[in-house]
């Protein structure tokens, strides 16, 4: 069984950068498959950034490549989601998640079994 618990929102203007951290429990994660997912008010949970469990695979939606990247450290049982160049329809509450089965695709919400609480990104214009 996992846990996974995200920090390092807050309040940013447009341009500017923040670091999501998500510590994630587990003696197994590096087998985990990791994920990033976000919602904003008023809409539905959408992919953001997956990891796989080596970190030798990465995958973005479209419309934060090349501004975001996401990465782990197994070592620290942590996957991080770095974002650059923020804008205001990046503002969401921000959910890491946690595959355990690894079975289907990494851009999907079924894939993973395991889900924080959120961290709210809010970033100004």
């Known amino acids: 069984q996992a846990q996974v618990v995200e920090s390092g929102g807050g309040l940013v203007q447009a341009g500017g950068s923040l670091r999501l951290s998500c510590a994630a429990s587990?003696?197994?994660?590096?087998?985990?498959?990791m994920g990033w997912f976000r919602q904003a008010s008023g809409e539905e949970r959408e992919f953001v950034a997956a990891?796989?469990?080596?970190?030798?695979?990465?995958y973005y939606a479209d419309s934060v490549k090349g501004r975001f990247t996401i990465s782990r450290d197994n070592a620290k049982n942590t996957v991080y989601l770095q974002m650059n160049s923020l804008k205001p329809e990046d503002t969401a509450v921000y959910y890491c998640?946690?595959?355990?089965?690894?079975?289907?695709?990494?851009?999907?919400?079924?894939?993973?079994?395991?889900w924080g609480q959120g961290t709210q990104v809010t970033v100004s214009s």
């Open positions: 998640a946690a595959s355990t089965t690894y079975s289907g695709s990494a851009y999907s919400d079924p894939t993973y079994n395991y």
């Open positions: 587990g003696r197994a994660f590096s087998g985990y498959l």
């Open positions: 990891i796989s469990k080596s970190g030798g695979s990465t």
